[in-house]
């Protein structure tokens, strides 16, 4: 009865998902003042920070670095590029991975211009924003693909994806909190995802703290887990995850509330056990 119970609210979400619009979704997340390059406290400039230097200071590097629930987007992908020489998108919807690899064909008509986000990453390095065609470059380069996923499968990837000892880093974005129906399905999705983790391998997760909806097309709210610091940790910890280090981001006034109820966001850098 219980299991019947997940599985709908699993099954409801992922109807809900079917209405996801990209375009939408870019415009709100992807512009300013989110994505505010000229202010320090901008949400992308926070989260582009904390991924900066986990892999930099944080000892993350290896061969195969597989981004969780991708979406349309790729900057959360522009630091890793650089420590790992193979990078695997993965997303749950088509007009994901198809706005993807519009991006990775580079044969122009996407929806959204990366390149103040991929100046932004070389500054970021020490580089001048003009490296950020390098940078484009070798981003291309190691994408090996753009898969489907569903972290509510016991088995997320399809059998082959991934080599036999699995990923050596995992990155995720804003999915697990916004793909699952309640805090035992996000506690389950972090423990499948951690099947693809090879153990040792760093997972690097953002989320959204205490958000309930976000605006995930016009006229479309997605309904989502409203998680706080000790649930996420509770989950990560039940699910073999061994946390290092969890930052939290919170909202400058003038932007709360723009796409969503969220209160802030956090940042966590934790080991496979
Ligand atoms: C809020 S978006 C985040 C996109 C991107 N990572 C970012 O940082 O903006 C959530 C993503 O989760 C994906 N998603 C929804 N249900 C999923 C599932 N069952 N398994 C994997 N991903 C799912 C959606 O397609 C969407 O791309």
Not at 140 to 149: G, N
Request: aromatic share 8%; charged share 20%.
């Amino acid at each position: 009865m219980e299991e019947k119970g997940a599985e709908n609210g699993v099954a409801n979400m992922a109807a809900i998902w079917q209405g996801f619009d990209p375009v939408a979704y870019l415009q709100n997340e992807y512009t300013p003042p989110q994505a505010d390059f000229e202010r320090k406290d901008s949400h992308v400039s926070w989260r582009l920070g904390c991924l900066h230097r986990a892999f930099t200071e944080g000892n993350v590097s290896g061969e195969l670095l597989v981004d969780i629930g991708s979406g349309p987007t790729l900057h959360q992908v522009m630091s890793g590029c650089e420590a790992f020489n193979k990078v695997l998108l993965t997303d749950f919807l088509e007009v994901n991975r198809q706005e993807l690899r519009c991006w990775l064909q580079d044969e122009g008509g996407c929806s959204m211009d990366w390149t103040p986000f991929l100046q932004h990453v070389c500054k970021l390095e020490g580089r001048q924003p003009s490296a950020w065609t390098e940078k484009a470059a070798r981003l291309r380069q190691v994408i090996m693909d753009i898969v489907p996923i569903d972290v509510h499968s016991p088995q997320p990837l399809a059998l082959d994806v991934l080599p036999s000892a699995g990923a050596d880093c995992l990155v995720s974005c804003y999915c697990l909190e916004s793909a699952s129906p309640d805090l035992a399905a996000f506690t389950r999705a972090l423990g499948n995802i951690g099947r693809l983790l090879r153990p040792g391998g760093h997972l690097l997760l953002i989320g959204s703290l205490g958000m309930s909806y976000y605006n995930g097309a016009p006229g479309l709210k997605i309904p989502t887990i409203p998680v706080n610091e000790a649930q996420v940790c509770a989950s990560l910890k039940e699910s073999g995850y061994t946390l290092i280090m969890l930052e939290v981001y919170t909202w400058p006034q003038d932007t709360i509330g723009l796409n969503d109820d969220s209160s802030g966001d956090f940042f966590v850098n934790a080991i496979k056990e």
